[in-house]
């Protein structure tokens, strides 16, 4: 398990900043009539946001590797 996490320690650091975007933009951004389902909730927002934070890491990582899954 430990090895798998080292392995993917740069997903995991793009999952953080993610989670933080999507707080971020939920706080200064949001949607003032709270009928937006990704960003009426910070926690919507941020879960949304570390599952890109995951992907865009993913994508990055497999360009540099040269396989890129497009």
């Not at 389902?37 to 865009?56: D, E, R």
């Amino acid at each position: 398990m430990l090895n798998w996490i080292k392995k993917r320690k740069v997903n995991f650091i793009f999952l953080l900043l993610g989670g933080l975007s999507g707080f971020c933009y939920w706080k200064f951004v949001g949607c003032s009539s709270g009928s937006c389902p990704i960003t009426s909730h910070w926690h919507a927002s941020m879960l949304y946001g570390m599952l890109l934070g995951w992907l865009v890491a993913d994508l990055i990582l497999s360009f540099k590797k040269g396989n890129p899954k497009a």
